[in-house]
């Protein structure tokens, strides 16, 4: 039988086969630890990692040693926020974060509140944007970090980082970005940008799981964090544990491959998103969830009117992979925090699915996509 079609790439992206080739040695044959390179085998595991850190350091404009790497996004996420919270608790104790940030900063933002932290989730307007006035007004003399999302998960929104960055440099308060969604897929410079800590997820961008990166700025300013994970002080003793040399490999060549190929693929993806939109809602009655013009070239999130999500994505289940995009599970029936606070309704946001597309999607794929949303939700509609 064949597979369905995937338009889930926010929630993970297959491996490049360039990716793949590319790790298989680190495993069976050049197997070293990079930190015991009194040998062969250890150097080329270390300056494979080095050449990985490099690559990651030209899509951002960092400097390769800046790169920490970690076990994903969600690693990074907690380092940053607990990393500076604990060192900075002297100088103060407030973080602002948005009320659509991704879970791994808003659990690890409660758990710090539980501790006496106080946080500030700023709101946003109904294209998932947060207002830079309200930003500027929330900041105290006790605000320590600002941690905003580069790119939604959900519904796709870019931030303006590099107005973020300015307040925050301006007010000598750290700025941290999760770019888990936008890295690899729009462009980000960390100069131009003023961030001082980003994190980055391997496998949104066609390499492994498990394998991420924290970039931590090391001038103007020089950020300092706490550990949480101790050990062998890898990592400049910011992450101890021996290197994942194969995935960080992997890391490595799925960040070239991205760097090169991100015009040509956004180009492609949003052509090709852009032609999902224009034919379902040719056809049927449908709504962009935020907004269509400030967003990831491969995201779609689409409100029908009317039909239950889950209902949706099971009856198109044998030809299209596609989900709501929010941590909704059979303990967890809330609506998606990101869609409810974008000021959406309750049935707004159980009736709203999100479409990822991917550099492996197709013509022929959107066309399918589009019969098969319309055959269905024309089904469940006239139920
Ligand atoms: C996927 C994702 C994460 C988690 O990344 P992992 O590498 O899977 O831990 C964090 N933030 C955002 C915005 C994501 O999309």
Known sequence: MKRPIYLDTHATTPVDR???????????????????????????????????????????????????????????DNL?????????????????TSKIEHKAILDSCRHLELQGYKITYLDVNNNGEISLNDLIKEITSETILISIM???????????????GRIAHEKNI?????????????????IDMNIDMMSISGHKIYGPKGIGALYIRNRNPLVKLVPIIFGGGHEKGFRSG???????????????????EMNETSKKVSMLRDRLFNGIHSRVKVEINGSSKNKLPHNLNLYFEGVDAKALINEVKDVLAISTGSACNSEDMNPSHVLSSMGMEEDR???????????????????????????????????
């Open 174 to 190: 750290i700025f941290h970005t999760d770019a888990a969604q936008a890295y690899g897929h729009i462009p980000l410079n960390v």
């Open 80 to 96: 940053a926020i607990f990393g500076i919270a604990n060192k900075m608790k002297e100088k103060g104790n407030h973080i602002i």
């Open 150 to 164: 580069s790119a939604n998960n959900e519904v796709g929104t870019i931030a303006p980082l590099k107005e973020i």
């Open 242 to 260: 021996t290197l994942n040399v194969p995935s960080i490999v992997g890391l490595g060549i799925a960040s070239e491959l991205s760097r090169i």
């Open 349 to 383: 946001a159980y009736c709203s699915v999100r479409f990822g597309l991917g550099k492996e999607t197709t013509e022929e794929d959107i066309e399918i996509a589009i019969d098969k949303i319309v055959d269905v939700v024309t089904k469940l509609r006239s139920l």
């Open 18 to 76: 360039r990716v793949l080739e590319g790790m298989l040695p680190y495993f069976c044959e050049k197997f070293g630890n990079a930190s015991s390179i009194d040998h062969i085998y250890g150097n080329e595991a270390y300056s494979a990692v080095s050449k990985a850190r490099l690559e990651i350091a030209k899509v951002i404009g960092c400097e390769p040693e800046e790169i920490i790497f970690t076990s994903g996004a969600t690693e990074s």
